[in-house]
Nanobody, 115 residues
Framework: VQLVESGGGLVESGGSLRLSCAASGFTFSNYAMSWYRQAPGKERELVATIDSAGSTTNYADSVKGRFTISRDNAKKTVYLQMNNLKPEDTAVYYC?????????WGQGTQVTVSS
């Protein structure tokens, strides 16, 4: 099982980024996926989740209306579209899933939002 994030970078406040997480080593279309983030000195927090079919999504209150999670099961990729970024969105962003017998994490991608 491998999860590889990409798409992070430095952006000004109000800008946009799209993160990608490419999956391999498991039947991607059978599994819900999540994005988490961890800011310096803070605990890792849930940002968004999407079910295996892509029909149900959930978001942290702090990102509702600004972030959109989606997936392409043919490409085995989950995305996080981030609009109207704020300095408080600065963090390392990780994708996550659970493939028995344990949780699987990617290596993370850094997002930095300048004010």
């Amino acid at each position: 099982v491998q999860l590889v994030e990409s798409g992070g970078g430095l952006v000004e406040s109000g800008g946009s980024l799209r993160l990608s997480c490419a999956a391999s080593g498991f039947t991607f279309s059978n599994y819900a996926m999540s994005w988490y983030r961890q800011a310096p000195g803070k605990e890792r927090e849930l940002v968004a989740t999407i079910d295996s079919a892509g029909s149900t999504t959930n978001y942290a209150d702090s990102v509702k209306g600004r972030f959109t999670i989606s997936r392409d099961n043919a490409k085995k990729t989950v995305y996080l579209q981030m609009n109207n970024l704020k300095p408080e969105d600065t963090a390392v962003y990780y994708c996550k899933t659970f493939v028995y017998p344990r949780v699987r994490w990617g290596q993370g991608t850094q997002v930095t939002v300048s004010s």
